[in-house]
DNA sequence: TATGTATTGGAATTATTATTTCATATTGAC
DNA sequence: GTCAATATGAAATAATAATTCCAATACATA
């Protein structure tokens, strides 16, 4: 029989989501209950599942016959194992990262590396967020025509996310890229009814700062996300975000600034959407 | 009696510690166990927890019973009461907090529900990632000429910081573009030699599915992270990650997928210059 | 509508597991 | 060293829970 059985949750989940078209009703009624209430799967008896689930527990256990178990404890099995993957607190595991990372012990102590410098940038940047700087940066930006996006080098992938996800919500931007000597000119086209997110941080790309300087000097008003108040892009910038992000191996986590971009994003769609309609109402 | 019976797992805990001293030496045996693998307290029989402590059954209830607890199935609620409370924080946290920026509760709603997308995805990673596949997938790229880098749209900003990095660590790269219609000519220059990073989640850009294919019918080895094991790309690729990233507004993190890029370039970087040494030593 | 098939409910059966019991061992006081 | 009190081991027993079975029902097909 070449029957595979899930082992783990989510192949589990992905499995049951893939055949409720085909399930009886009843079996239906359990898988549906059975998602919706995971805990009580990995600690309830059949009985009492059955109970909770409007089922009689001959059927819990049919239904696990169907994903291939062989009766409802090895079901359970996979519902127990999700919640003992989870257990450890967040904090104890970081720490645990830190160590294992410090220590230096193979390949995956670098992936650990990162995985702790994002969250300790997460942990930073939702400590110290200005929620005044939040609202008037997007206030800013939703009244602009059109979202200029500028970034280079370690700061473009948030740039082309940024970009994507306005492109999504149906919000005119412009990600100015680095190709040709062409920025200058489509730099040029930035009106005052328009508006820029810059994002730089040291060593500061010559090329942002010197398009941010010019952008400025136009009037087109910018929210610029960098790391200290000595950057050359806090002087030219209505709303400035200070993001620290941590590094390991070298390259810094993007993870608190990718975080403040979308909020930054869907921040504007929101905004947009609300206005229209009291414009409209 | 005024026998106060712990209800939450940190008030049982203070009181194993707290009674240590007096307790005989097998009921010692276990408390010290229990507090040790709390998760197996929660998931196993009488019978294996007490075979695992080394002691009798018997012992088990005993300890139960003289923490006032009327049998090991009641000590044993407070473990798994513990583990479902550490469990729904991560989910319900999120589910509130979409709640919470649904309702039109701020802008900074949707900035923390960012950061907990981000974390969950972090967490989830740093428990799945397969230490095997990542070793294997390391090996593979740092064997290739040229690194090919393979992603579009909601992926596309992952494989530009991966060029990004690559480049920092002089190691030769390229990205395929969607600029023109020139990605199937550059596909084309691939050689076994090389090798591909590809990133795609569903809904899977038909782009970057062509292209993986047609790269690994030319016996170009692919490294694919995607988010299923229905992925097609998990079809063509030598070695796959499955990766879970938490949304949040219809926008998916990328955190976990960035964790990991890293981790293979910055591991691919190392295992260069170690090989590079060893030939040279 | 008739007929075969799949699904369901509910009780009987089997299994697993917790608990109790009792014999034995250990410990500490005198 | 002896005795009493306490602790422990091992197996018997009780309890709880999973599974199976069969009759009844719903469902689809001709």
């Excluded at 127990?80 to 990262?97: I, V």
């Excluded at 948030?158 to 492109?167: E, N, P």
């Amino acid at each position: 029989m070449d029957e595979r059985v899930p082992r783990d949750f989510e192949t589990l989940r992905a499995t049951i989501l893939d055949r409720r078209e085909s399930l009886p009703k009843r079996i239906a009624q359990i898988a549906a209950y059975a998602l919706d209430n995971p805990d009580d799967i990995a600690f309830g008896t059949a009985a009492s599942i059955a109970a909770s689930a409007g089922v009689q527990p001959s059927t819990l256990i049919r239904f696990a016959q169907q994903l291939g178990f062989d009766g409802f404890t090895s079901l359970q099995q996979v519902f127990r194992e999700r919640l003992r993957e989870r257990n450890s607190s967040y904090d104890e595991r970081l720490q645990a990262l830190r160590a294992k990372a410090d220590s230096g012990a193979g390949h995956r102590a670098i992936f650990d590396g990162f995985v702790a410098a994002a969250s300790t940038s997460l942990n930073d940047i939702s400590r110290t967020l200005d929620e005044a700087h939040l609202e008037d940066a997007i206030s800013l930006l939703a009244k602009a025509e059109t979202i200029y996006v500028l970034a280079k080098r370690r700061s473009y992938p948030v740039a082309s996310y940024i970009a994507y996800a306005l492109g999504k919500l149906k919000i005119r931007n412009q990600l100015i890229e680095s190709a040709a000597g062409l920025n200058a000119e489509m730099v040029g086209f930035a009106t005052p009814a328009d508006a820029v997110i810059a994002i730089s941080f040291s060593p500061y790309a010559p090329a942002t700062i010197e398009e941010a300087r010019s952008i400025s000097e136009q009037g087109v008003p910018i929210v610029a996300i960098t790391d200290s108040s000595f950057s050359p892009l806090a002087q030219f910038a209505k709303v400035w975000f200070e993001v620290a992000e941590a590094d390991f191996a070298g390259f810094r986590s993007l993870s608190a600034t990718m975080a403040l971009a979308m909020a930054l994003t869907v921040g504007v769609g929101e905004k947009r959407r609300d206005s229209g309609k009291r414009r409209r109402g």
